[in-house]
């Protein structure tokens, strides 16, 4: 069974930096490409980053591009955001996915269970 279990999350002032974690269990089956989204309170999902097992290629929404950074630590399974020059905007619930390339949340097939991020101003 394919989990994916987010950390890191927490409240930071604007201008600060955070680091999310996303480990995976089951990576076999999850797909080639691993993801964030975020969602604010009553606001959609929306795409955040993603990053290739494979070759590493990454891509970034206009958002948090240059703030934002994912990575990938294949040996461990696990997927990471460093998030910097944080703004109040940013304050959400950050899940990590699995799935195919696209930055729609129906091309993600696995989730996780979502960690909060809070940016006071």
């Known amino acids: 069974q394919v989990q994916l279990v987010e950390s890191g999350g927490g409240l930071e002032q604007a201008g600060g930096s955070l680091r999310l974690s996303c480990a995976v269990s089951g990576r076999g089956a999850i797909g080639p490409v691993m993801a964030w989204f975020r969602q604010a309170p009553g606001k959609e999902r929306d795409f955040v980053a993603s990053?290739?097992?494979?070759?590493?290629?990454?891509y970034y929404s206009d958002s948090v591009k240059g703030r934002f950074f994912i990575s990938r630590d294949n040996a461990k399974s696990t997927v990471y955001l460093q998030m910097n020059s944080l703004k109040p905007e940013d304050t959400a619930v950050y899940y990590c996915?699995?799935?195919?390339?696209?930055?729609?949340?129906?091309?993600?097939?696995?989730w996780g269970q979502g960690t909060q991020v809070t940016v006071s101003s």
């Open positions: 996915a699995a799935g195919r390339w696209g930055t729609a949340v129906g091309q993600y097939t696995y």
């Open positions: 990053i290739a097992w494979s070759g590493g290629n990454t």
